[in-house]
């Protein structure tokens, strides 16, 4: 079996030697970038399975680097864990709606760091090319497809670009129309029962989502006091 691919961008060499160590330790295959606008030209020539990118960078920053992966066809599926000593609430949400998958600060534990790249590895879509689409699952609701195997949305037949954790939280609900999630249970769907994250963050990744479903984010309905679900027909 082929090896992990993880993009490492980090300019503090420290830090960067410290992850590399850890990920090669277990089984990985490393490349790492110095800087935003290195990793943005790697991504072009080479394909990855995740990216830990630091936040603070010379030249372009995390979040705009996040922003670029996730608004380009080839990279917008690609798990992106964020590293940084911005450990602020803000931070964290902010990280997350720009398209994130998961957020670490510093200082970090490299076990923990290994669990969440292993954690992201299993969320990301698996591919199979000889796979007859005929015969894949797709989840029909509304106006609205969703295939899984793909991770692929259409509505009213037009693609819609989600990040992996909105996707999943697309799914999770359109699975079960009617049926309510509380937050969480969505937090345990889409990172794990040793994620430590907010509510807050939930509804911000909620928000992004009914943002890009247009009219059809109305599909989703908040409970208050309780969570979301999904309109039933």
Request: proline share 4%.
């Amino acid at each position: 079996m082929k090896k992990p691919d993880i993009l490492v961008v980090e300019d503090d060499t420290d830090i960067q030697q410290l992850v590399s160590y850890n990920l090669i330790r277990s089984g990985y295959n490393v490349t790492c970038a110095d800087s935003g606008e290195e990793a943005l030209e790697l991504l072009k020539k080479e394909s990855f399975d995740a990216m830990i990118l630091d936040l603070m960078l010379p030249g372009m920053d995390g979040m705009e680097i996040c922003t670029a992966v996730r608004t380009d066809e080839k990279t917008r599926s690609l798990p992106v864990i964020m590293l940084t000593a911005k450990g602020e609430e803000d931070d964290i949400v902010a990280g997350l709606e720009c398209g994130a998958d998961d957020y670490v600060t510093k200082p970090f534990s490299p076990r923990v760091l290994i669990a969440r790249v292993e954690a992201a590895l299993r969320r990301k879509p698996v591919v199979h090319e000889d796979q007859d689409s005929a015969d894949e699952e797709v989840i029909s609701l509304h106006s609205m497809q969703i295939h899984p195997g793909r991770h692929e949305v259409l509505l009213d037949g037009q693609p819609i670009h989600l990040t992996t954790t909105e996707f999943t939280i697309l799914e999770l609900l359109a699975r079960r129309p009617g049926w309510v999630y509380t937050r969480q249970q969505i937090i345990d769907q889409i990172r794990g029962y040793d994620y430590l994250i907010t509510p807050r963050a939930v509804d911000v990744q909620i928000f992004g989502l009914r943002k890009k479903l247009g009219t059809a984010g109305k599909w989703i309905e908040t409970i208050r006091g309780i969570g979301y679900r999904m309109r039933e027909l």
